[in-house]
């Protein structure tokens, strides 16, 4: 990469479909794997396996990227693909995890520091990547993407160490320790799930299912068109330089930070004070964590691109204010709903959502290719529109009532206190 008169002449002169199509290719694969990871991970409840193969994968192919992107796109295309596959199928382990490791009056505490890891990331990405694409080893920016495999490869170092699919299963905790979990979490962990067609189907013919699956991807939209598209809209508008491109992309990502510790321990304290029920709780800060960012995104039109502060400002409000939507409202409510097949659940939906991970570049990609102040107000207006939806049907169907599929003697739900799949409301 070199510099002549103040423009960048970067290694890699693409066109913005092309950018579009290899940013968006890794969503390709994540979308298709989450059901397998899903269905394995309730069905067989092999998590930490799932994990070190999805993750030892993902590592290892990202030290090829420099060398696929340089010899030819397509190549680098189906490894981001493959990649995607890797990663897909991992994502729904974590809900089964913290299902089995936490109880419900402290589960959205431990799930919020356990899910900051996308904000830590995030925060420390962009600014590292800037700097490495100036400064980096092996011609720049191919050193992003060694980093990153060494991290992955050190992250499965970590889980084969201290990770464990239960309390039952770790070999280090005490008797008290798995009585503890044994007594409080209401899972059978020696349980093997085997969900019949018409359970499944009942599942995902709920109202509270079709409304979470529909809220996270309504949410998705918003996180994927801000982090996939944020670092182009830094630079097409607002003129910032790579170095102050990574360092200001990763600002709204700090007050999300911020934001995600406080909510986990509200939310608990809330639940363990009875001050309102749970469905109550998941709608309020469902509400504020998609409304406002979706006023974010609307108010981004009354500033002109001389305002880079009062822009980035309002960015970062809608990044930490849907955070309430994630730790304290919808996510979390498919562990009360169907806490025995959050993994199933968490794939199907993820696939659907992920979707929002490659239209939305492809869509910016389409409306934006001037780069115009313009072109990406449209991009927001959309990005807006979409919160608005998520936060509706949530409003309306949304519910962490538990459904009574069948009377299984293995459910975390008394069947003798759950509600039916329709619930009387008298």
């Not at 809209?233 to 934001?259: C, Q, R, W």
């Not at 962490?400 to 619930?423: G, H, I, Y």
Request: charge should be negative.
């Amino acid at each position: 990469m070199t510099r002549e008169d103040h423009i960048i002449i970067g290694e890699l002169e693409w066109d913005k479909e092309l950018q579009a199509l290899v940013l968006g290719s890794v969503y390709w694969g994540f979308a298709t794997t989450q059901v397998v990871g899903g269905f394995f991970t309730d069905r067989y409840g092999s998590i930490k396996k799932i994990l070190l193969l999805g993750m030892g994968l993902y590592s290892g192919l990202t030290f090829f990227i420099p060398l696929a992107a340089r010899w030819n796109v397509g190549a680098l295309i189906a490894l981001r693909v493959v990649q995607g596959f890797c990663s897909g199928l991992t994502l729904p382990c974590f809900s089964v995890l913290f299902r089995r490791w936490t109880t419900r009056e402290e589960r959205s505490t431990l799930m919020s520091i356990g899910y900051s890891g996308y904000n830590i990331a995030s925060v420390i990405t962009f600014p590292i990547s800037g700097l490495l694409c100036e400064h980096g080893f092996g011609g720049g920016w191919p050193s992003i993407f060694y980093v990153g495999g060494i991290i992955g490869i050190g992250w499965c170092c970590i889980v084969v160490i201290f990770v464990y699919d239960s309390p039952d299963s770790h070999p280090r905790i005490t008797y008290e320790e798995k009585e503890f979990f044994q007594k409080y979490s209401h899972v059978d962990f020696k349980s093997k799930k085997a969900s019949s067609y018409k359970e499944l189907c009942q599942l995902f013919g709920s109202p509270a299912i079709l409304a979470f699956i529909i809220t996270q991807y309504a949410t998705l939209w918003g996180f994927y068109s801000l982090i996939v598209n944020l670092p182009m809209y830094m630079k097409e508008v607002l003129d910032f330089d790579i170095a102050d491109n990574g360092l200001f992309s990763a600002a709204p990502y700090v007050f999300s930070l911020v934001i995600h510790y406080i909510c986990g321990p509200m939310c608990d304290w809330l639940t363990t004070k009875n001050l309102c029920s749970l469905t109550v709780q998941r709608k309020i800060f469902t509400a504020f964590g998609t409304l406002v960012p979706a006023l974010m995104m609307f108010c981004i039109g009354l500033f002109d691109c001389e305002s880079r502060g009062s822009i980035l400002i309002l960015l970062s409000i809608s990044t930490a204010m849907s955070e309430l939507a994630f730790v304290g409202g919808y996510h979390y409510s498919v562990l009360d709903v169907a806490p025995d097949y959050a993994g199933v659940v968490t794939g199907v939906s993820n696939t659907i959502a992920t979707s929002s991970g490659f239209v939305s570049p492809a869509l910016v990609a389409l409306l934006t290719p001037n780069g115009t102040r313009e072109e990406w107000l449209i991009v927001f207006y959309i990005t807006g529109a979409v919160y608005i939806m998520g936060a509706s049907v949530y409003a309306i169907f949304g519910t962490s009532e538990a459904l009574d599929l069948t009377q299984r003697k293995f459910a975390t739900v008394d069947p003798d206190v759950a509600l039916p799949l329709k619930p009387n409301n008298k």
